[in-house]
């Protein structure tokens, strides 16, 4: 059984399928532009500490998005071989 959660709760290193993006037309239209839409494949690359940008791999991109957007993605995890981020001194 998979899980659905956001693209901050995700650990680094974690994949998965973008099942919802909660938010209005133009912010849905801004991550569309970055490759970002329901149905991808994603994974996290890497997070910023103090609500710092969310870096994923799309496809063959890596973006940056958002902490505030990143939090309205919602990911249904694949893997569960992430990193935990609270061990790294980052």
Known sequence: ????????QMKIGESGKIVEIQGGAGMSLKLENLGIRVGEEIKKVSQQAMRGPVVVAVGKSQVAVGFGMATRVLVEVEKEEGIDENSSNG
């Open 1 to 8: 059984m998979h899980k659905s959660i956001s693209l901050v």
